[in-house]
C-alpha cells in the first residue's frame, strides 16, 4: 500500500477521508475502490455512446463551395486582377551602387563626387519595391529625368543580376 509522503495516510485512507468529507461516512474500505471504479466505468461509458453518436451521425453535407466552370474561373481571375490594380508600388531607376567605409562617408561634403560602378552610357537598372525589372536609358521629359525601357528582365537575368 503507497503512503502520501505529505499525510502519512494511504491511497485508502485519502479515499475514505474524501468520501466522509461528501457526506458517504458509512463507505466501507472495499466499497471506496467499488465507487472508484463505478466513475471510471461510467466515464468510459459516456465516452462509448459520445464516439457511437458521432459514427452514426450522416457525413454527406452540403457542399459550402460552387462548382468550378470555366465562366466562373475566368471571372474570379478578372476580379483578382482588378483587386490588386490600385495598389501602389515603388519604381526606381538606380544609376549604379558603391561600397565606401564610414570614414569617408563622413568626409563628404558639398561638392563632393562619388564614383559609381556603372558606366556612363550603360542602361540603367530598373526596380520595383526593390526587384530589378527591366534596364533602360535616360530621357528628358518635360523638363524632368524620365527612363525608356530597353529590356525587360527574364527571371533568370534577375537572379544573375543579383549575383553580382
Do not use: H, Y
Not at 23 to 51: R, Y
Not at 91 to 111: C, F, M
Request: overall charge negative; aromatic content about 4%.
Amino acid at each position: 500500500m503507497a503512503m502520501d509522503p505529505a499525510t502519512g495516510n494511504s491511497a485508502d485512507d485519502d479515499l475514505e477521508a474524501a468520501a466522509a468529507a461528501m457526506g458517504m461516512s458509512d463507505v466501507a474500505d472495499g466499497d471506496v475502490q467499488t465507487i472508484a471504479e463505478d466513475d471510471w466505468g461510467a466515464a468510459l461509458a459516456e465516452q462509448t455512446q459520445a464516439e457511437s453518436a458521432a459514427l452514426q451521425e450522416p457525413s454527406s453535407k452540403t457542399a459550402v463551395f460552387n462548382e468550378f466552370s470555366a465562366n466562373n474561373k475566368l471571372q474570379g481571375t478578372q476580379n483578382d486582377i482588378d483587386f490588386i490594380l490600385d495598389i501602389p508600388v515603388q519604381l526606381t531607376v538606380e544609376l549604379g551602387r558603391t561600397k565606401i567605409s564610414i570614414k569617408n562617408l563622413l568626409q563628404l561634403a558639398q561638392g563632393s563626387v562619388v564614383e559609381l560602378d556603372g558606366m556612363a552610357g550603360e542602361p540603367m537598372d530598373v526596380l520595383v519595391n526593390g526587384c530589378l525589372i527591366a534596364q533602360g536609358e535616360v530621357v528628358v521629359v518635360n523638363d524632368k529625368f524620365g527612363i525608356r525601357l530597353t529590356d525587360i528582365i527574364t527571371p533568370a537575368e534577375r537572379i544573375r543580376k543579383l549575383n553580382r
